[in-house]
């Protein structure tokens, strides 16, 4: 049973990395790709787009930062393109694991039914809690040093989790305050910020670009949640999966 349901979280990931790929190119590229030609003072540079915007802004900034030169603007796409729809099925996949797995280990069951708020409660945790202190970063924006910003990232992610989990099964006054406790706490500790904050990035296409990561990751997330439960109900009847 345990390799049913993580089968069926696998293909619900999947399926949501590949339905996730037209939102991105539509809304989320097109400002990463306009954000390039502030690099370096102006001189455009091309960098394979990445989604970073669904795990986490610590992630964003230097992640990656390797830059690629195709030897045309076909290749370049395409190597855009491809790279951008590999993370999305890893990440598909890894989001929907952690769902199905989060629902094994503290028997809260996953279906079509609540599959909407699992995928609320993964974003709220993994995406939306830390922007409220690392906003989504494009390319040639200030950020502070990256192993401290994945280590406030991490502890941020894990009392979220911890926050909602006290909030939503426990019925004690004392537990939900203290729910509530671990939601603010790495907010009141405070993100780690670069010590120069100057940019050369409109502070317009920035907000932009933070609103529309987060929208593209909420949509994701709910997608995720979606079709795992769905996948799980099917998986808990020996249904055969969807195609």
Known sequence: MIVRTLLAALCAGLLAGILILPVQYA???PLIVHAESYENGGAH?????SPSFFVSPAYAHGAGGAHEEGEGGGTLV???LLGTLLADLVAG??????????????????NRRNGVFWG???????TLAPALGLAPELPAMPAAELGMRQAWWLATAAFTALGLFLLVTRRSAGLKAAGIFALLLPHLWGAPQPTDLASP??????AEFAVASLVTSALFWVMIGTFAG????RAATR????A
Do not use: I, Q
């Open 27 to 29: 809304r989320v590229v």
């Open 45 to 49: 540079e091309h960098h394979a787009a």
């Open 78 to 80: 395409e190597s855009r």
């Open 93 to 110: 996949a890894g989001f929907a694991l952690l769902l199905a797995g989060a629902s094994l280990v503290l028997g809260l069951p996953l």
């Open 120 to 126: 609320l409660a993964g974003f709220a945790t993994v």
């Open 201 to 206: 990035v409109p502070p317009a296409l920035a």
């Open 230 to 233: 769905r996948f799980l109900d």
């Open 239 to 242: 249904s055969p999966l969807p």
